[in-house]
């Protein structure tokens, strides 16, 4: 692919990753309930499609960029926006858009994330408080996964989109999860006035709600939106989709 539509795509992943971020969270300013901080983030699902249309540098370093000017706006501390969501979102949306453009066996993976989303249920009900929330994300697991075999099986040729939104949104969560609290053990914490260090039933806090309020966007909205993608700009499709076609 041109390095310039490469170099464009990169610029309008961030922007638009940026824009929707600002103003979705002023319009519906929502965090993980008892801890804050991390954000509702539907717009996952921008840097989402960059990565599989132009590519995993393309949607991880601008997914990367995007949160950092993100979290500059509403948080301001550059150093926990490179910590946590920088390095978050590179390694989920690189992870996102290697493994969509790739043809590999889905079984071992579904029967992966099965498991995976058992061991998350668990996690919710030991670790998430309140308990309306822990039955909520509880619910959202396991909803996330039912459709998730739902959208494997009934459109093949999106399973490994499917496959991988599910590897590059649990290894971007599980940094969150790790990265925060290790912040809070040496830096204040923002809206703090004092070092209040995390727990580490926190950091499972924070990976529930970044993966059980983002996995539904991917999963849902992904295929849709790419597909019209594909059918407006035929160009775009990635060479092994126009040969199964």
Not at 160 to 188: D, H, K, N, R, T
Not at 213 to 234: C, S, W
């Amino acid at each position: 692919m041109k390095a310039a539509l490469q170099v464009a795509a990169f610029a309008l992943n961030v922007g638009l990753y940026t824009a929707f971020g600002y103003l979705f969270y002023y319009i519906l300013p929502l965090t993980t309930p008892g801890l804050g901080l991390v954000r509702f983030w539907p717009q996952v699902i921008i840097p989402a499609v960059f990565a599989v249309i132009f590519g995993p540098w393309v949607g991880g370093f601008g997914a990367a960029l995007g949160i950092f000017i993100n979290d500059m706006l509403i948080h301001g501390n550059p150093i926990l926006s490179l910590m946590a969501g920088v390095t978050s979102n590179f390694a989920g949306f690189w992870l996102l858009g290697y493994i969509a453009n790739r043809n590999m066996d889905w079984k071992i993976p579904m029967l992966g994330f099965g498991i995976v989303s058992a061991l998350l249920v668990g996690v919710a009900y030991a670790f998430v408080t309140p308990f309306e929330y822990m039955i909520f994300a509880s619910g959202l697991v396991v909803g996330s996964y039912i459709a998730l075999l739902i959208v494997v099986w009934l459109t093949p040729k999106w399973r490994s989109y499917e496959v991988g939104s599910m590897i590059g949104l649990l290894i971007g969560s599980a940094i969150i999860g790790i990265m925060v609290p290790v912040f809070s053990q040496f830096f204040i914490m923002p809206g703090n006035t004092e070092l209040t260090p995390l727990a580490v039933a926190a950091g499972f806090g924070y990976l529930i709600w970044t993966f059980t309020t983002e996995i539904p966007f991917l999963i849902i909205l992904g295929p849709p939106i790419l597909e019209a993608v594909y059918k407006a700009y035929p160009s775009l499709k990635p060479q092994s989709k126009k040969e199964s076609k």
